[in-house]
Every structure is written in structure tokens, then in C-alpha cells.
């Protein structure tokens, strides 16, 4: 989301024309895209910490951030009603629920999946593992996708709205 060179030059449609699947190394840009760590939060909500990211830095993405967390509500509903109708199939067959407790982490993991990609992000702790695990059995909708590229393009322009 705050790195997308390797979509905007092509080279990751031209992978996928040559049957090639992109893996992206680094798809938090070392957290930027998280939102964890935005304009109104630059600690990432722990006091003692130093701010990984200037604030000029994270002013610029602060609508992308705000996007962020009006997708994450966006699927958290979705996600929500879809438990709610596979409930009497979950209680038949011992399935699992879906995860409805989703974090801004998870949307910029879920819209690089969207993208084509593989993502890669690092995992330090089980805490992040548990995190990255919890992306799975869901996606982004085309809407959602819409809503985070457009906010990612005012970002990379500049705008902040």
C-alpha cells in the first residue's frame, strides 16, 4: 500500500502473464502500511517506544491510514453476517468461525493477496504469527480494493484529505 512501484511499472501483471507468482518481501514497508503507527498514533499506542516514522512521513499517509480502518470496520460487519449464516453448518460439521477480529494489518496483508501476490511479511513474536494466521479464510472485496488504492494514490500524491 505505501510501496506499490512493482504494480504501478507492470512488473507484477507481466509476472503474472508469464505465469510467474509475485512474492512481496517486505508487504507492510516495515509497518508504514500497517496503520499502526499513523499521524494521531506515532508511538503505535506504547508510550516508551520511539517513533519508527517521522511525522512528515506519516502525516503524508494518514488518509491511507484512515481508509484502513473504514475498510477493517467494512469487513469486520461483512465477516459478521457470513458467521452468522454459516452458523447452523458450523454447529452440524465442528467448522470453525471465520475471524471477525480483524486488524489494519491484516487488510494491507489481505489487499496485497488482492493484488496477486504473496506476501511475506517478517514475523517477530506469536503474537504476529497469530496476527498473519488471522488472514486467512477471507478477502477483500473489489470495493474494499477500490477504496484502498484510491486512498493509496492521494497518499502518493500527497493529498491529505
Known amino acids: 500500500l505505501t510501496n506499490r512501484k512493482a ?3 507492470g512488473l507484477i501483471n507481466a509476472c ?3 505465469g510467474i507468482i509475485p512474492i512481496a518481501a517486505n508487504p507492510l514497508d516495515g509497518g508504514l502500511a500497517s496503520g499502526v503507527w499513523s499521524a494521531t498514533n506515532p508511538t ?13 512521513t506519516l502525516e503524508k499517509y494518514s488518509t491511507l491510514h484512515d481508509v484502513l480502518e473504514t475498510v477493517k470496520g467494512k469487513v469486520q460487519k461483512r465477516l459478521e453476517k457470513e458467521n452468522t449464516k454459516l452458523k ?5 460439521y465442528a467448522g470453525p468461525e471465520i475471524n471477525t477480529d480483524v486488524t489494519t494489518t491484516q487488510i494491507a496483508i ?4 488482492a493484488k496477486g501476490c504473496v506476501p511475506m ?16 479464510g477471507w478477502s477483500l472485496t473489489d470495493e474494499e480494493v477500490k477504496m484502498l ?5 492521494m497518499s502518493d500524491k500527497g493529498i491529505v484529505v
Open 7 to 9: 504494480l504501478k511499472s
Open 44 to 56: 503505535g499506542g506504547e508510550v516508551s517506544k520511539n517513533q519508527p516514522f517521522d511525522f512528515k
Open 110 to 113: 489481505n489487499y496485497v493477496v
Open 16 to 18: 503474472k502473464t508469464l
Open 149 to 153: 488504492d484510491n486512498a493509496a494514490d
Open 88 to 92: 447452523d453448518r458450523r454447529d452440524r
Open 121 to 136: 511479511p517478517s514475523v517477530k513474536n506469536p503474537a504476529e504469527a497469530d496476527e498473519i494466521i488471522g488472514c486467512l
